[in-house]
């Protein structure tokens, strides 16, 4: 299992929708991290999870949960999974708010990354990150990723235009930082 001292993965199951639906339509979850903010029915969150998440062959998605309590607190994924050229794309919610700001974000994604690089042998793994989400970009930095360019102006939130930040991490560079196994 995937897991560090207080956190655990776990696939998602049929249980998890109506959760992952609450956080899939709870616009402060989703404003820094969904470019479509679009509300969705439970109907169109289950046939999302069913066909996408949970029978994707080139993404692996994952429940966070506190270890202790075994509460759910938000997701994480491998999508666009090229094994051939060894690399993927990660993202993360974390959609239980009460749970921002404690590290959970830095600690999911350092398993994530160990996983990928360690344990699917990846070599390199990319996200795309919202200009206006600076506590993301600075979680993103201080695990190793580097940015790698900018899709200026793509992002139209709040009467403004934002950019759209591609950051990347080589296994090398994961491998040099001093967060992993950290919790």
């Not at 900018?150 to 591609?166: A, T």
Request: with cysteine.
């Amino acid at each position: 299992m995937l897991k560090s001292l207080r956190l655990q993965f776990r696939k998602m199951n049929s249980e998890d929708i109506p959760m992952y639906h609450k956080w899939r339509n709870d616009m402060e979850v989703m404003i820094s991290t969904n470019p479509l903010l679009d509300v969705y029915t439970l109907d169109e969150t289950k046939d999302f999870v069913e066909n996408i998440i949970r029978q994707s062959h080139s993404s692996k998605s994952y429940i966070i949960e506190e270890s202790e309590t075994k509460i759910a607190i938000g997701i994480t994924s491998l999508i666009n999974i090229d094994t051939k050229n060894q690399n993927a794309e990660c993202i993360i919610d974390i959609g239980e708010k009460k749970h921002w700001g404690k590290g959970y974000g830095t600690e999911a994604l350092s398993i994530l990354l160990e996983y990928a690089f360690l344990e699917l042998n990846l070599h390199r793994i990319s996200l795309r990150v919202f200009s206006i989400n600076e506590k993301a970009i600075h979680i993103y930095s201080k695990l190793g990723f580097v940015n790698e360019g900018v899709s200026r102006q793509s992002l139209y939130r709040n009467g403004k235009w934002h950019d759209i930040i591609h950051m990347g991490i080589l296994k090398e560079e994961f491998l040099k930082t001093d967060v992993r196994g950290h919790g």
